[in-house]
């Protein structure tokens, strides 16, 4: 007796014991109707609650350090952008006359234009040294050793781009 027929019996009294759910058909009427419901009306009148969202977990802090990374970086890029139409825009000097005159508004405006352009270049720069290390060191890539160097990259652009405002 082979193995097929010893499981064919098998096989057929666990489908004669299945009970088949009909599927169900909607017409193109309650089809409509179900469209224009939306999804927290649905699940209130099922009774469920609404799955939650995003915003309800909180993010791991190499998430965190990722997107700002990757915030960072798009920042950086529209500012050079910014900046080079500036200079095509103006002529020649005219990006350098843009920064003497931020420079020139005060303490405040100073600071902050400094801060605005300092921070995210040093944290998109040591996040870049980050990944390069863990690329040559994948041992120092643990779920621990990832949130600690989250907290020292936050921590030492902070104080690297404090550090610049005083140039």
């Given at each position: 007796?082979?193995?097929?027929?010893k499981?064919?019996?098998?096989?057929?009294?666990?489908?004669a014991?299945?009970?088949?759910?009909?599927?169900?058909?909607?017409?193109?009427?309650?089809?409509?109707?179900?469209?224009?419901?939306?999804?927290?009306?649905r699940?209130?009148?099922?009774?469920?609650?609404?799955?939650?969202?995003?915003?309800?977990?909180?993010?791991?802090?190499?998430?965190?350090?990722?997107?700002?990374?990757?915030?960072?970086?798009?920042?950086?890029?529209?500012?050079?952008?910014?900046?080079?139409?500036?200079?095509?825009i103006?002529?020649?000097?005219?990006?350098?006359?843009?920064?003497?005159?931020?420079?020139?508004?005060g303490?405040?405006?100073t600071?902050?234009?400094?801060?605005?352009?300092?921070f995210?270049?040093?944290?998109?720069?040591?996040?870049?040294?980050?990944?390069?290390?863990?690329?040559?060191?994948?041992?120092?890539?643990?779920?621990?050793?990832v949130?600690?160097?989250?907290?020292?990259?936050?921590?030492?652009?902070?104080?690297?781009?404090?550090?610049?405002?005083?140039?």
């Amino acid at each position: 007796m082979t193995t097929v027929s010893k499981l064919r019996p098998l096989l057929r009294r666990a489908i004669a014991t299945q009970h088949a759910r009909p599927m169900t058909v909607l017409s193109k009427q309650s089809a409509e109707e179900y469209k224009k419901q939306n999804y927290n009306s649905r699940m209130a009148a099922t009774g469920r609650p609404v799955s939650p969202h995003v915003t309800v977990y909180s993010f791991p802090a190499g998430a965190l350090s990722s997107i700002t990374n990757r915030v960072t970086g798009m920042g950086l890029s529209f500012g050079a952008v910014g900046l080079g139409a500036v200079e095509m825009i103006g002529g020649s000097g005219a990006a350098a006359d843009l920064m003497s005159s931020i420079g020139s508004n005060g303490g405040l405006v100073t600071v902050t234009a400094k801060l605005v352009v300092g921070f995210p270049l040093v944290y998109h720069y040591m996040g870049g040294i980050r990944h390069l290390v863990w690329d040559n060191m994948p041992d120092t890539l643990t779920n621990s050793d990832v949130e600690t160097a989250s907290y020292a990259l936050v921590g030492a652009s902070a104080v690297v781009s404090g550090g610049l405002l005083f140039m």
